[in-house]
């Protein structure tokens, strides 16, 4: 009986320490992007939203017009695909979404500042 249970415990244990993981599969929206730097960490540009945003899902960010947008990369555009760059949202009445990065269509911004050029290409991961 004791080992019925100590087997019993054991399996449940395991179990519990390898969780199955399922998720929704999403298609990539690009294969590369282009960036100021290999790691995409540094600021390309200061954008403002033209046009409010709603994201469609977890990859992109909401934007609201004449929100002010940091870039981070540029995806290349690839057949049948939008334009779409990587940022986050700026300013104190966004304060919620600051540091939030995500992709949001290029359509709907002008870019405002120019701080470096995006002249790395970098694979999308």
């Not at 929206?29 to 409010?52: F, G, H, M, N, P």
Request: charged share 20%; hydrophobic share 40%; aromatic share 10%.
């Amino acid at each position: 009986m004791t080992q019925r249970v100590n087997l019993v415990v054991l399996l449940l244990c395991l179990a519990l320490m390898c969780p199955v993981v399922t998720g929704i599969f999403m298609d990539k929206l690009a294969s590369k992007k282009l960036c100021a730097d290999d790691d995409c960490v540094y600021t390309i540009s200061l954008a403002r939203a033209e046009e409010d945003y709603n994201a469609p899902d977890c990859r992109f960010i909401n934007i609201k017009k004449g929100q002010l947008i940091y870039v981070y990369s540029k995806l290349v555009k690839e057949d049948d695909s939008g334009e779409f760059w990587a940022g986050s949202v700026y300013g104190e009445q966004y304060e919620d979404h600051m540091g939030t990065v995500g992709y949001f269509p290029s359509s709907l911004v002008s870019e405002q500042h120019v701080y470096q050029e995006a002249n790395k290409t970098v694979p999308t991961t």
